[in-house]
């Protein structure tokens, strides 16, 4: 299956030279295997998405949550505006209301000028929680994970290759951060021994202590998680949009010096085929 | 290796921030954790035992009623919020370490996740204010 990543950027759309290697579009990535289409989150990395979909019948956008970071780019995915195409629009289910209705509240005046039932695409909402299903040759399992609001991490097999996708967690939320203990660390079941995992990094240790509760994780626990978990590659994601590219790369060696996890920074653009 | 439901994973959290003594039961009650401020009270530390069966920290305590009269164990709170799965509050005495009678308050509630589940229950002890 072919990965390729189109937003890494935590929070906030950030372009200019500083950021211009590893990208400032906000969270998107894709999964591609046969005639299926994977779609992770909705950020503004999802607006060029729209030309390498053009040649799927079906789409399959998964939500990890519904912060304005990982939707904002739905709007401008020129699928949702194709008769011809049937996308289905996968996010955490909430205890109050529907993915369709939350979604609506962005997808409607004054915000956007277009409401999401009228999108003339064959359009189906799935509210998914701690579960497994099936798209195409994607087994995939959702859990819940901690992060403000409704969010869930993704795993996604094929065959015996596991992508997982978690680009705003915050594991080592409490007073003495991550329990050493996989029975006890939020998101473990969806990363364990991954071949490769996307996670949350926004933060240094020192940003992240002034931050904490936010839902994000450092650098540094970003790591933790990946060595707890065992994942086989850590991509570290959601770059905090005061990050330059020169930043990520300080952060990324201060964190190499310090550990042995097989770690790099997740770059926009960038592709990974898992074989 | 399946790891705990997130809400019981941030109880845990919460109770390893609190001086009161948390108790954190799975749905059979099994003692799955339990905070610094209820090692005193177990007598033992969850460092050293980790998770306990409901057979075994069960018969840590002997409760009794305000008369001094034994109580069933299905009179406690932690015991009724895990059949129902509802919250309750109660006071009542349990002998201590020392055999001493303590007069205590026990909150108990279930932990209901965002999947709508009961994953758990948590039951705080709090010590009885001297009037």
Request: charged residues 20%; contains cysteine.
């Amino acid at each position: 299956m072919k990965i390729k990543l189109w937003g890494v950027r935590g929070s906030i759309p950030t372009t200019g030279p500083d950021t211009e290697k590893y990208g400032g579009n906000t969270s998107c990535a894709t999964v591609a295997y046969g005639d299926s289409l994977l779609v992770l989150d909705g950020g503004t990395g999802i607006r060029p998405v729209s030309g390498m979909a053009s040649s799927y019948k079906r789409i399959d956008i998964l939500l990890t949550h519904l912060h304005l970071d990982h939707i904002q780019g739905l709007g401008f995915f020129s699928p949702l505006f194709d008769p011809s195409k049937e996308i289905h629009i996968w996010g955490p289910a909430s205890g109050s209301q529907s993915l369709f209705s939350r979604i609506s509240r962005y997808l409607s005046p004054p915000l956007f000028p277009v409401l999401l039932r009228d999108v003339p695409c064959k359009l189906e909402l799935h509210d998914v929680s701690n579960t497994f299903f099936d798209i195409g040759p994607f087994r995939i399992q959702s859990g819940y994970i901690i992060h403000p609001g409704p969010t869930v991490g993704y795993r996604i097999i094929r065959e015996k290759l596991v992508f997982t996708y978690m680009p705003d967690h915050e594991p080592a939320l409490g007073s003495h951060g991550m329990i050493n203990d996989p029975k006890w660390v939020s998101g473990y079941d969806l990363a364990e021994q991954a071949d490769i995992l996307l996670h949350d990094s926004q933060y240094t240790k020192e940003e992240y202590i002034i931050r904490r509760g936010w839902g994000h994780s450092s650098i540094y626990d970003a790591g933790l998680f990946a060595e707890i978990t065992s994942a086989k590659h850590t991509l570290f994601a959601h770059h905090d949009p005061s990050h330059s590219d020169k930043f990520l790369e300080e952060m990324l060696a201060l964190f190499k010096s310090g550990s042995k996890v097989s770690v790099g920074l997740a770059q926009e653009g960038s592709e990974i085929e898992l074989v | 290796m399946a790891a705990y439901e997130i809400e019981i994973i941030l109880n845990r959290q919460l109770a390893d921030c609190l001086s009161i003594p948390v108790f954190i039961t799975d749905t059979a009650g099994n003692l799955i954790f339990y905070n610094e401020a209820a090692e005193p009270v177990l007598g033992k530390r969850f460092e050293d035992t980790g998770e306990m069966p409901v057979e075994e920290w069960s018969t840590i305590f002997k409760p009794f009623d305000n008369n001094g009269n034994p109580m069933a164990p299905e009179e406690l709170p932690l015991v009724k919020t895990l059949t129902e799965q509802y919250p309750y509050h109660k006071s009542f005495q349990i002998v201590s370490l020392k055999g001493e009678k303590q007069p205590i308050s026990v909150t108990s509630y279930p932990i209901i996740s965002r999947s709508e589940e009961f994953v758990g229950a948590v039951a705080i002890f709090w010590k009885q204010k001297l009037k």
